[in-house]
Each structure stands twice: as structure tokens, then as C-alpha cells.
């Protein structure tokens, strides 16, 4: 009978810890031999794995871990792994969370086969407990870690940091792997969990005196994959100031918007636009607004006579209506 529990795993089930709900998701609750109750749960923290445990009667959950060393079998095994190096596939790690009903594979990164062994060049240059340059440098691998995941989309604003931190290279470490890795990422799936903001500057047209859009992606949850919300911003057209700063969420409002018909000009462009069809559209409209330092040309009197009962040439007006 005893042979068939344990072929069974009945009573090693019977013998783990209550898992409740945390502070992070389930936890394993254990009771010391003094009857205080401790939650352990398994936190990984960006792409490594950790055991932590908490105290339940305190605010944030932290405390003294001295307190708790000998309070119980299950929590002294547990210590033991906490106080060695280990990783996802640590023995040792792996059966103290199966003895505490714990999922040791919670939130494990996942990457694609071909990356695999960057991965592991990535993480083995990570230096714990660094400070200085080197704590710098693990922020940019881990980041990588993360935008190289498949099990999660990239985060926008993690490729932004890594992509200056690259292009800004103080380290005296080659940045050749940091490069490669940066190359893999998936910019088709990139996505951020709050919003991307991005000014775009209109010139007068057809459309209306010229504005400064703030034009934002991710902004709402049912939004399209590259952050672009359609109801929001598909009807916006006209003539557009093509931006000096080019950057992913940029090229990505610029490439929609003109996928919608906006024409978007050059400094040079804007400036010969503004002397001949953009001038019109501005004394069409009776007043106009501009980037500094470009400023529509005032027509003469002659022209204001011929402007009010005659278009001039206005060739992207007519592009557009075709």
C-alpha cells in the first residue's frame, strides 16, 4: 500500500505546503515549528529565475531572512538554494519548487533556436553585484534578453534605451555580440505597455491653417500591432513637415500617414511650397500656423484680386484629387 501512495505521488502531495495567493501569484505557505507562516514564491527578475520568500503580517512583505533560517525543514531547503547559484535548471532548485508545489518554470523566457547560444553569451556576461559601468552594462543585456523573447513582445521603449546606449558606446568591452543581439530583434512584433508620443507639423493646405499633431501609438488597447489607432487618426491628410528626428515610433507615423495621403516635404520643400501653393492655402484660410522660421509668402495685391476668384497652380492639391 505504502509503494502504491508513493507510486502515486498521493502522499508527497499530502505532505506539500498550502499554496495560497501572494503577494506576486501562488505561493507556498510554510508554518515554522513556532508557528509563524511564511509565503515563498517563485519572482523571476527579467530573464533569471528566484525563490523569495515573505513574511504576510508586514505591509510589503520584506523582512530580516535571519529570522526565518531554522524555522523548518522545507524553508532550511529552500535557504539552501537562495544562498547557492542557480538558474532555471538548477537540480536543486527544481526540487525544492516540486516539493513546495511551486511552478519552477514560471514566466521562463522563451527564444527562438537560432538565437539560443547569443543568449547564452548574453547571460554569461552578466557580473552580479556590480556597480558603475558594469551595472550599466547589465541593464543593456538584459534588455536585450528581453527583446529577444518570443514569449513576449519587445517593448518599445527597451529597444529605444538599448539603441542609444549603442549608438552612444562607452564600455571597454567590444559591442559586437550587444550589436548582433540588437540586429535579432523582431520589429515587426514590438509593442509598448504605455504610450508612444510623436508631434507631426502641418503645413497650411487644402485641409485646413497647419497645426502641431500629437500623434500617439499604443495609446489604446484595441490598437493595431505597430500602435497605429485607425479611427483615431485615419482621416487626418494634408501637407506635412518631414521630421529631423527619426526614430521607430516616427518612421511608423510617418510611413501610416502617408499610406492615408499626406504629403510630407523637406526643409527646402516646405520652403518653395510656402512661397507658391502654400500661400495660397494660408490666404485661403485666412490665418496659418507654421514651424519657427518658415512662414508662408504674403501675396501681393494684384494676386490677392486674382486669388479670390481664381486657384493658382496647385499641384499637390490636384495630386491628391487624383
Known amino acids: 500500500m505504502i509503494e502504491d501512495e508513493m507510486r502515486n505521488a498521493r502522499m508527497i502531495g499530502m505532505l506539500k505546503p498550502k499554496l495560497v495567493e501572494g503577494r506576486y501569484g501562488p505561493a507556498a505557505q510554510i508554518q515554522t515549528e513556532g508557528g509563524?507562516?511564511?509565503?515563498?514564491?517563485?519572482?523571476?527578475?527579467?530573464?533569471?529565475?528566484?525563490?523569495?520568500?515573505?513574511?504576510?503580517?508586514?505591509?510589503?512583505?520584506?523582512?530580516?531572512?535571519?529570522?526565518?533560517?531554522?524555522?523548518?525543514?522545507?524553508?532550511?531547503?529552500?535557504?539552501?538554494?537562495?544562498?547557492?547559484?542557480?538558474?532555471?535548471?538548477?537540480?536543486?532548485?527544481?526540487?525544492?519548487?516540486?516539493?513546495?508545489?511551486?511552478?519552477?518554470?514560471?514566466?521562463?523566457?522563451?527564444?527562438?533556436?537560432?538565437?539560443?547560444?547569443?543568449?547564452?553569451?548574453?547571460?554569461?556576461?552578466?557580473?552580479?553585484?556590480?556597480?558603475?559601468?558594469?551595472?550599466?552594462?547589465?541593464?543593456?543585456?538584459?534588455?536585450?534578453?528581453?527583446?529577444?523573447?518570443?514569449?513576449?513582445?519587445?517593448?518599445?521603449?527597451?529597444?529605444?534605451k538599448s539603441k542609444q546606449t549603442l549608438d552612444h558606446w562607452s564600455f571597454k568591452v567590444s559591442k559586437s555580440v550587444f550589436e548582433d543581439a540588437f540586429s535579432r530583434v523582431d520589429l515587426h512584433r514590438i509593442s509598448s505597455s504605455k504610450p508612444v508620443f510623436t508631434a507631426i507639423d502641418f503645413l497650411p493646405s487644402w485641409e485646413g491653417r497647419g497645426y502641431s499633431a500629437s500623434i500617439s501609438l499604443w495609446s489604446i488597447a484595441?490598437?493595431?500591432?505597430?500602435?497605429?489607432?485607425?479611427?483615431?487618426?485615419?482621416?487626418?491628410?494634408?501637407?506635412?513637415?518631414?521630421?529631423?528626428?527619426?526614430?521607430?515610433?516616427?518612421?511608423?507615423?510617418?510611413?501610416?500617414?502617408?499610406?492615408?495621403?499626406?504629403?510630407?516635404?523637406?526643409?527646402s520643400e516646405a520652403r518653395d511650397y510656402l512661397d507658391q501653393e502654400g500661400a495660397y492655402w494660408a490666404f485661403q484660410q485666412g490665418s496659418w500656423q507654421c514651424p519657427k522660421g518658415l512662414q508662408p509668402r504674403s501675396p501681393s495685391a494684384s494676386e490677392q484680386l486674382l486669388w479670390r476668384v481664381k486657384r493658382p497652380a496647385t499641384p499637390l492639391y490636384e495630386q491628391r484629387l487624383k
Open 36 to 160: 509563524k507562516t511564511y509565503h515563498v514564491q517563485v519572482i523571476p527578475f527579467r530573464s533569471q529565475t528566484t525563490l523569495q520568500i515573505f513574511d504576510p503580517t508586514v505591509e510589503n512583505g520584506l523582512f530580516n531572512l535571519s529570522e526565518a533560517r531554522g524555522g523548518s525543514d522545507q524553508l532550511d531547503r529552500v535557504f539552501e538554494v537562495m544562498d547557492a547559484a542557480y538558474d532555471w535548471d538548477t537540480p536543486a532548485y527544481r526540487q525544492v519548487c516540486q516539493e513546495l508545489g511551486l511552478d519552477p518554470d514560471t514566466n521562463r523566457p522563451m527564444y527562438k533556436e537560432h538565437d539560443k547560444s547569443l543568449v547564452a553569451d548574453l547571460e554569461q556576461r552578466i557580473k552580479w553585484g556590480g556597480g558603475g559601468d558594469d551595472m550599466h552594462l547589465n541593464e543593456l543585456i538584459f534588455d536585450l534578453l528581453d527583446l529577444l523573447r518570443t514569449d513576449q513582445a519587445p517593448e518599445f521603449y527597451a529597444y529605444v
Open 222 to 267: 484595441d490598437c493595431e500591432q505597430d500602435g497605429w489607432w485607425p479611427q483615431g487618426y485615419g482621416h487626418v491628410s494634408g501637407v506635412a513637415l518631414e521630421p529631423t528626428r527619426r526614430d521607430l515610433a516616427i518612421e511608423t507615423v510617418v510611413r501610416r500617414l502617408k499610406g492615408q495621403g499626406v504629403v510630407f516635404l523637406s526643409d
